[in-house]
């Protein structure tokens, strides 16, 4: 089994979905903005502010940007649950005497606060990366293995140089997962135990 391995947050350890869409409709009403929040999750993996440029102009996306954050501890973190098999997969990792890294788009302190709700314990957690960002943070930490459940997140995998394990709990499919350079596919975290036992 691989001694570090690195996941992503949204959709691969926690089902954010319910979460993010209450701060969204939150911000929608006390901006005036119609933001169509279906969509919005049904996106999720790039950063917030690229999402954000989509509904407001471009001077006004720090500011949302900004307000997000400050509402999304209050009104996402409790309703948003693990995804199935997501502790059972970090205690396999560290059954096995490995380390857990957490790398994503998410804030490192919002990501910090999901795991802490819902008992999932990291060795690291990296946030504020995508593409580019999230490859150097898989190096950076040593990670031998990445999960994730965006392409982004296999492409980033294969251009650090290490196996990417797609999982089709967010709104890409296997053949999305794969085409990005996904090394293995599984339908959720509860089957990655035995795929890393293998490895």
């Given at each position: 089994?691989?001694?570090?391995?690195?996941?992503?947050?949204?959709?691969?350890?926690?089902?954010?979905?319910?979460?993010?869409?209450?701060?969204?409709?939150?911000?929608?009403?006390?901006?005036?903005?119609?933001?169509?929040?279906?969509?919005?999750?049904?996106?999720?993996?790039?950063?917030?502010?690229?999402?954000?440029?989509?509904?407001?102009?471009?001077?006004?996306?720090?500011?949302?940007?900004?307000?997000?954050?400050?509402?999304?501890?209050?009104?996402?973190?409790?309703?948003?649950?693990?995804?199935?098999?997501?502790?059972?997969?970090?205690?396999?990792?560290?059954?096995?005497?490995?380390?857990?890294?957490?790398?994503?788009?998410?804030?490192?302190?919002?990501?910090?606060?999901?795991?802490?709700?819902?008992?999932?314990?990291?060795?690291?957690?990296?946030?504020?990366?995508?593409?580019?960002?999230?490859?150097?943070?898989?190096?950076?930490?040593?990670?031998?293995?990445?999960?994730?459940?965006h392409p982004a997140d296999m492409a980033s995998a294969r251009a650090?140089?290490?196996?990417?394990?797609?999982?089709?709990?967010?709104?890409?499919?296997?053949?999305?997962?794969?085409?990005?350079?996904?090394?293995?596919?599984?339908?959720?975290?509860?089957?990655?135990?035995?795929?890393?036992?293998?490895?």
């Amino acid at each position: 089994m691989a001694a570090v391995v690195g996941f992503d947050l949204d959709l691969t350890l926690v089902d954010s979905r319910p979460g993010i869409a209450a701060v969204w409709r939150r911000l929608a009403a006390e901006t005036g903005v119609a933001i169509d929040v279906a969509l919005v999750c049904g996106r999720l993996g790039p950063p917030l502010a690229d999402e954000m440029a989509a509904w407001f102009p471009a001077d006004e996306v720090p500011a949302a940007v900004d307000r997000y954050r400050a509402l999304y501890p209050h009104h996402a973190v409790d309703i948003s649950p693990a995804m199935p098999g997501a502790a059972e997969a970090l205690a396999a990792v560290r059954g096995a005497g490995g380390r857990v890294v957490v790398v994503t788009a998410k804030r490192a302190g919002l990501a910090a606060l999901h795991l802490a709700h819902l008992g999932l314990a990291a060795d690291a957690v990296v946030g504020d990366r995508f593409g580019p960002g999230k490859t150097a943070a898989i190096r950076a930490q040593g990670v031998e293995v990445y999960v994730g459940d965006h392409p982004a997140d296999m492409a980033s995998a294969r251009a650090a140089g290490v196996p990417g394990v797609g999982v089709t709990t967010g709104s890409h499919d296997a053949a999305a997962l794969t085409g990005a350079g996904a090394a293995a596919v599984l339908d959720g975290l509860g089957a990655l135990p035995a795929w890393l036992a293998r490895g």
